[in-house]
């Protein structure tokens, strides 16, 4: 039942990494966009990273500079690669699959249960 999982978040020290895994049906993958949401309680949850089916990205400015979004069709995985991250970086992360003509707002699309990401100093 579950086609979008997401994998590889968990506790992490301020300035460290961590890298983010969601892997889906192979139809729903090459078939549009991804994209890397991130929620915390009481607040609409938000883009951290978006790429299409050609490889065009999109980032947030908070994460900007510190992470990458990757797409594998071979593994039918997209990636978050989260670096030097901040106390702030703390919420759930939440994997999204949609056609790229409804924007990147966070009302839309297929999601996934979402991973924890807690940054401890």
């Known amino acids: 039942q579950e086609q979008l999982v997401e994998s590889g978040g968990g506790l992490v020290q301020a300035g460290g990494s961590l890298r983010l895994s969601c892997a889906a049906s192979?139809?729903?993958?090459?078939?549009?966009?991804m994209g890397w949401y991130r929620q915390t309680p009481g607040k609409q949850r938000e883009l951290v990273a978006g790429?299409?089916?050609?490889?065009?990205?999109i980032y947030s400015e908070s994460v900007k500079g510190r992470s990458t979004i990757s797409r594998d069709y071979a593994k039918n995985t997209v990636f978050l690669q989260m670096n030097s991250l901040k106390p702030e970086d703390t919420a759930v992360y939440y994997c999204?699959?949609?056609?790229?003509?409804?924007?990147?707002?966070?009302?839309?699309?297929?999601w996934g249960q979402g991973t924890q990401v807690t940054v401890s100093s």
């Open positions: 999204n699959a949609r056609p790229l003509r409804t924007g990147w707002g966070p009302e839309y699309g297929l």
């Open positions: 192979g139809s729903i993958f090459s078939l549009n966009a």
């Open positions: 790429i299409t089916t050609g490889g065009m990205t």
